[in-house]
């Protein structure tokens, strides 16, 4: 019993850590990876602004807010070179990321979602 306590804690914990990923320093290799890591997960991009409020930072630093839009431009591209159909399928929610890279993605996705949906009812 105590173990399994131990396990839930544990788990708890580690819920908590992975929620807040975001850099708190000026890093710019920190940045670029967290960059890189949110367009891969399909968020939409955040603004230097929005990076300040979110992080704590009273400022960022302009090399941190670059590092961040580099490493987004990357994992955008890995992101966006993957199958719509796929996506969709699998259940995960498509932000709209693509439109400017790829603007058949979405429809791809749309398409794909509606016949996945239709096809489990």
């Given amino acids: 019993m105590k173990s399994f306590f131990l396990i839930l804690i544990l ?11 975001m850099p708190d320093t000026s890093n ?19 603004s230097k602004q929005d990076l300040e409020k979110k992080s704590g930072l009273m400022e960022l630093n302009a090399a941190a807010a670059d590092a961040y839009h580099q490493g987004y431009l ?5 992101y966006c070179s993957q199958n719509p159909s796929w996506l969709a399928s ?7 990321i693509c439109d ?6 979405g429809q791809n996705y749309m398409a794909s979602s509606t ?7």
Avoid at 74 to 78: L, R
Avoid at 100 to 105: A, K, L, M
Avoid at 115 to 121: A, E, F, L, T, V
């Fill in 11 to 21: 788990v708890v914990l580690a819920g908590c850590a992975s929620q807040h990923d």
């Fill in 28 to 46: 710019v290799q920190a940045w670029k990876a967290y960059g890189e890591k949110q367009a891969n997960q399909g968020f939409v991009e955040y």
């Fill in 74 to 78: 990357i994992g955008q591209k890995q």
């Fill in 90 to 96: 699998s259940g995960q929610t498509y932000r709209g």
């Fill in 100 to 105: 400017e890279v790829n603007p058949q993605f």
């Fill in 115 to 121: 016949q996945y949906n239709g096809s489990r009812m």
